[in-house]
């Protein structure tokens, strides 16, 4: 009987190359798996599929995983308002990281002999893929067979083109990826440190110029409403981004440090997961205290690099997000931001639970909480200690 391999497919040019290469030249029962982070749409689901089994796979299984992925990691990242290096919603480091455990399920499932990925040897996915197999089905062997031979994408093409398989030279020019938190963008602009993607290389061309107002709902940090309408938080992400990416919202260059130790650049564009964390945050600044506020910096700036990392499987990651839920019992209102071609604003929230309420005085008015008097010697004390230090040691009198 032949060795069963599990293979995380998205029928792109690396992984198409690996069905071949697992069937034909390992002679391995490929079960190809699609897990469907938000990307795809039924129909070209079904073209995947195809595909997959046309090139020789033994079986094949999309994995709807919309709902868990946010459930177990973008209400996280919504809640830390989590931006890499103050720019990049984690669009892909967050998927895989479902991605990858969902198929750590599956082969555990069908009892595999071998878990295959189609990284490369350069970038962080490789790492994400494997520790997290490492992590949850260690009886399990990895096969990587781009990243082992070292493949160009030249060559990729050529070896499928060779086996009878067509590949669209142009449109590999371009590595997207789509999910619901974003789509990333690579080519041979982000391999530089002075060129940026052509209009062309963006997924959504920009088609909307008429500026206009949008609203969204929070309750208990998550959004629940956009426009007026109560969805569920997948959809108001999903409503929102149809909206907003066509103004070419979101649109940027990450250039950040990869988990192997190399600085590396990826454009994205990610409109509704930009506007969310803005609008989130912007709600929170009223909602919040100070010091909620800025441990929720310190333990989101973590969660966000260890999820980029691909440890989301740390115990830490459990106790964080448990910090992260209990802070949003107040964040709750609704944030009205306005569209404009490549920007927005947020204008204005409105939410019972804000803090800078009227009751207790106006910032730079007036207040209704304590006298002059009160704030003279309180004034006083707050500054005593380094009054002190600067007597003793500044000699001053």
């Not at 997000?321 to 931001?337: H, P, R």
Request: charged share 25%; with cysteine.
């Amino acid at each position: 009987m032949k060795k069963k391999v599990v293979l995380a497919y998205s029928g792109g040019l690396d992984t198409s190359y690996c069905v071949i290469y697992l069937t034909r030249d390992l002679g391995l029962e490929v079960h190809s798996v699609l897990v469907n982070t938000g990307g795809f749409s039924d129909e070209e689901l079904k073209q995947v599929e195809k595909r997959a089994y046309d090139m020789g796979v033994t079986s094949h299984r999309t994995v709807d995983e919309v709902e868990n992925y946010y459930e177990s990691s973008i209400k996280y990242l919504i809640f830390g308002n989590v931006l890499k290096n103050a720019t990049y919603p984690l669009s892909v480091s967050a998927e895989r990281v479902s991605q990858a455990t969902a198929i750590a399920k599956y082969a555990k499932e069908i009892n595999a002999d071998f878990v295959a990925h189609g990284s490369t040897g350069a970038g962080n996915d490789q790492v994400r893929f494997d520790m997290i197999f490492n992590i949850l089905i260690p009886e399990v062997a990895i096969i990587t067979p781009i990243r082992d031979m070292q493949l160009s994408r030249e060559e990729e093409i050529a070896y499928l083109q060779k086996h009878g398989v067509e590949f669209n030279a142009e449109k590999a020019k371009y590595s997207i990826n789509k999910g619901i938190w974003g789509t990333s963008v690579g080519g041979k602009e982000t391999l530089t440190s002075d060129q940026t993607l052509p209009e062309e290389a963006w997924p959504t061309p920009i088609t909307s110029t008429e500026a206009q107002k949008v609203v969204i709902e929070f309750k208990q940090g998550e959004p629940v409403a956009l426009n007026g309408v109560q969805l569920k938080p997948t959809e108001v992400i999903q409503k929102l981004q149809k909206i907003a990416q066509p103004y070419g919202i979101g649109r940027d260059i990450h250039v950040g440090d990869t988990i192997i130790g190399i600085k590396g650049r990826v454009g994205f564009e990610a409109a509704a997961p930009i506007i969310i964390i803005k609008a989130h945050h912007t709600l929170e600044k009223h909602t919040l205290t100070k010091w909620q506020l800025s441990w929720k910096d310190q333990l989101a700036a973590f969660y966000g690099n260890w999820m980029h990392e691909g440890q989301f499987h740390d115990p830490v990651m459990r106790d964080i997000e448990a910090f992260l839920s209990n802070s949003q019992e107040f964040v709750n209102g609704k944030v009205i931001v306005e569209l404009n071609p490549h920007r927005f604003q947020i204008i204005g929230i409105e939410s019972e639970n804000d803090l800078m309420s009227n009751k207790f005085g106006s910032y730079g008015e007036m207040n209704k909480s304590w006298t002059a008097d009160d704030v003279k010697g309180f004034s006083k004390i707050f500054g005593n200690q380094v009054m002190i230090w600067h007597k003793i040691n500044k000699g001053e009198n």
